[in-house]
C-alpha cells in the first residue's frame, strides 16, 4: 500500500514514516522527523541538523531522510541483542 500526501503527491510505503506538512519531506520514522522542527513547529534543513557533538542527525537515503548509518559493531551489537548472527540483515 502507497500512502500519498495531497499537498505534494509524495508517496510511500514504510508504514513508519513520518511525511511533514509544512516542508513536504519524508522521514524514515516519527523520532526524525521530530528532530527537523524547532519548539515553535518551524521546519529545519535535515541536511543543517546537527547533533550536541556537532554531527550530522540527518541523511538522505533511499527516497526518504534517515539517521546515520550503522557502523559494523553496533550492526553486531544489534544482532546479539536479538539474536541474529553479525551478517543477518538489520534495517537502517
Do not use: Y
Not at 30 to 36: K, N, S, Y
Not at 80 to 86: K, N, P, V
Amino acid at each position: 500500500m502507497t500512502i500519498t500526501c495531497s499537498g505534494c503527491r509524495a508517496g510511500w510505503t514504510a508504514l513508519n514514516a513520518a511525511h511533514c506538512s509544512g516542508c513536504h519531506r519524508t522521514f524514515a520514522g516519527p523520532g526524525l522527523f521530530d528532530i527537523h522542527r524547532t519548539a515553535e513547529g518551524r521546519c529545519l534543513d535535515p541536511e543543517l541538523v546537527v547533533g550536541r557533538d556537532g554531527q550530522r542527525r540527518l541523511f538522505f537515503r533511499t527516497g526518504m531522510w534517515r539517521g546515520p548509518e550503522l557502523t559494523d559493531e553496533q550492526r553486531a551489537k544489534l544482532a546479539r541483542t536479538w539474536g541474529g548472527e553479525a551478517g543477518d540483515p538489520i534495517p537502517a
